[in-house]
């Protein structure tokens, strides 16, 4: 009876997302019961959410697909590209004559994407928020104020490359123990050291990571990266030519006209995606009422695209010259990013590296899933920590027969951990001193304030959980919401 009571006293059951809150694009996945990380699609039904915000001019805030499709009319009321802006006092740009900070147009696309979430899922009360590896101290607070202006708890920010690897690692766990075995005993297992690059093509920005991943440990040895280069630069390269192809035949620079300019940025990421699938492509414009098509091979666009491609070349030879590494050392390459899809990166990665990439995970949703698998580690930890302080607070000969088991030590989970102290290689960008990801550490205090002890109780003996086995212990996050 003092179960129920508490039940029904109890505060609402927590639940948290990972959300790989991108340059262009933005991500949202949880962690479903089976202990598959899973994708939330935004309202529209979309698995990535433009991370672009439209401040309509009624004073509604419009988000996504809808406002991307806005800046062709109205490019002064639309933001793009804010997360290159984080760290700095003020947006670049005046909207409707404010100055906005960048964490409080992030938290809209946050909030976007936490209501969305909350239409598939029901209430969302936290996230694990990603950002690159690079990012320094003051862009790692801005991205948690913007989590904290949309409403959320931010769990932690976690690095993208570490979000990646952990994706990829924690499904290869998954495909051995087939979802059923012990998969945190597997993981103490396979610990062999293993060496991983991330190279992560994003829309805005470029970077690459060396990652050592030994037992339940993952550690970023060195990073490098550019902030300024993403898959909108090789938009701009289609854009320019055509314009100029257009120029030379009808004398006119269409991009003079910025209704016409936004409308070629949109044809040429299209005509850019479809390059990726075939080798021609046409991208149509309409220019003075009149449709114009220009033809585009693969071929010209890599060689229009080049050097764009040796920028990134010239960041992986350094990575691992930094690292202190040689390509026969390296275990895996990993792309992460929607650009990663032009065949000229991974003709590239072949070439520089001698090796296969692993492009099995989708590289738009691969990061998002790496965030909900660290959520629902974290969720375990305060869980768990919740259980010892609920066993601690009550009196040694009072032990209830039904109490949940726990096993004390965490230390065979799989989990992974950025070193804060190793040695973190940028371009001119800061190296990364706090928020580390220790997930290995032993549980660590929280507020405790979401399972009463009372509810512990009162879980009969067929839902116990062992916390050694993810299916367990992912049953009971999902049960318990911890
Ligand atoms: P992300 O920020 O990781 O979501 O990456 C978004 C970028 O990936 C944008 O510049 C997209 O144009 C680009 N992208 C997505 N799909 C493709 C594709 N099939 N081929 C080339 N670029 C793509």
Redesign the pocket.
């Known amino acids: 009876m003092q179960g129920v009571l508490a039940m029904s006293e109890s505060p609402r059951a927590k639940r948290y997302i990972g959300i790989d809150l991108?340059?262009?694009?933005s991500a949202m996945a949880y962690v479903d019961a089976h202990g598959t990380p899973v994708t939330i699609p935004n309202a529209e039904g979309s698995l990535?959410t433009p991370s672009v915000v439209f401040f309509e001019p009624s004073g509604q805030v419009v988000v996504g697909a809808e406002a991307r499709a806005a800046a062709v009319e109205n490019p002064d009321l639309v933001v793009e590209c804010v997360k290159r802006e984080m760290g700095e006092r003020f947006y670049s740009r005046a909207i409707q004559g404010r100055k906005l900070p960048p964490p409080a147009i992030s938290a809209l696309v946050l909030k976007k994407l936490k209501q969305d979430a909350e239409a598939k899922l029901g209430p969302i009360d936290g996230a694990v928020i990603t950002v690159p590896a690079y990012f320094d101290e003051g862009r790692r607070q801005a991205t948690q104020a913007a989590g904290e202006i949309a409403g959320l708890e931010v769990l932690d920010i976690l690095n993208e490359p570490t979000a990646a690897s952990l994706a990829f690692a924690y499904r290869d766990i998954k495909r051995k123990s087939d979802g059923q075995d012990d998969v945190l005993r597997l993981a103490d297992e396979t610990s062999k050291a293993r060496i991983a690059v991330v190279y992560d093509l994003?829309?805005g920005t470029f970077d690459v990571t060396v990652l050592r991943i030994e037992g339940n440990n993952l550690t970023v040895l060195a990073t490098d990266g550019d902030v300024q280069l993403?898959?909108?630069d090789w938009?701009m390269k289609l854009l320019n030519a055509a314009a100029v192809a257009f120029k030379a035949k009808h004398g006119v620079d269409p991009r003079n006209d910025e209704h016409v300019f936004q409308q070629m940025l949109v044809a040429a990421?299209d005509c850019?995606?479809a390059l990726?699938a075939r080798d021609k492509a046409r991208m149509g414009i309409t220019f003075a009422g009149k449709p114009v098509n220009i033809d585009v091979t693969r071929q010209q666009f890599e060689e229009l695209t080049s050097d764009l491609l040796y920028r990134t070349e010239s960041r992986i030879v350094r990575v691992i010259e930094a690292a202190g590494l040689a390509w026969s050392e390296v275990d895996e390459v990993l792309t992460v990013?929607?650009?990663t899809?032009?065949p000229q990166v991974i003709k590239l990665l072949e070439r520089v590296t001698g090796k296969k990439p692993n492009t099995s995970l989708s590289?738009?949703e691969v990061v998002a899933h790496g965030a909900a698998i660290h959520a629902a580690i974290e969720q375990l930890k305060r869980y768990q920590t919740q259980q010892q302080a609920a066993k601690a607070a009550k009196p040694k000969s009072a032990a209830p027969p039904t109490e949940m088991k726990i096993k004390d030590d965490d230390a065979a989970l799989p989990m992974v951990e950025v070193d804060p102290n190793a040695e973190t290689v940028s371009d001119g960008i800061a190296p990364h001193e706090g928020g580390a990801s220790t997930l290995s550490a032993p549980a660590i205090s929280s507020d405790g304030s979401t399972i009463a002890e009372a509810e512990l109780e009162e879980i009969s003996p067929s839902e116990q959980y062992d916390a050694n086995d993810a299916t367990d212990v992912l049953r009971a996050i999902q049960t318990h919401n911890v």
């Open positions: 991108g340059t262009t694009f990535t994003g829309g993403g898959g909108k938009d990421e850019k995606r990726s990013g929607g650009s899809r032009m590289p738009d």
